[in-house]
């Protein structure tokens, strides 16, 4: 007898071979693929930080205050370029909050807030926010953010005033 043009004995005979070895070993492979996949793609999803979005068309340059072992620290300048984001602290964030100041490097605009701490013209670490110009540093006013606790926030800078706010 045939099937379609086929002996039926053949076709019987690869009815009945078996489907789950080749359909394990696609399975296994696929799951390969996603995993590899779901690494690469997973650590920056999940990744916990303090980054700042430039939505300006200029370089602004940014510096961070938080609470640290040892005492307040400034740290700045990282330079982020016109409509990109900057990690300022990577990893899981430590303190509730943090304080920011910016100026914009074509325009002379600055963001800023009412809490004073020190910064340098230059690249910068600093621990403590007193006694700023004594000990030859400038005092600016940085604007506080209260990230309730949360593993990593994001502040999105524009030209906008008042649309500055933070996102988690």
Known sequence: MQINGVASEAVRAKSHRPFFPKARCLLQAGLFVFTGFAALSAPDEAKADFRVCNGTQNLVGVAIGYRAKEGWM??????????????????????RYYYLYAEDAARGGRWTGDVNMCVAENEFKITGVQDCFARGFQRMGFKEYDTGRQGSWMVQLSDTPGTQESQN
Do not use: K, M, N, R
């Open 74 to 95: 400034t740290e700045g300048w990282w330079q982020v370029p016109a409509t990109t984001c900057a990690t300022l602290i990577e990893g899981e964030l430590q303190s």
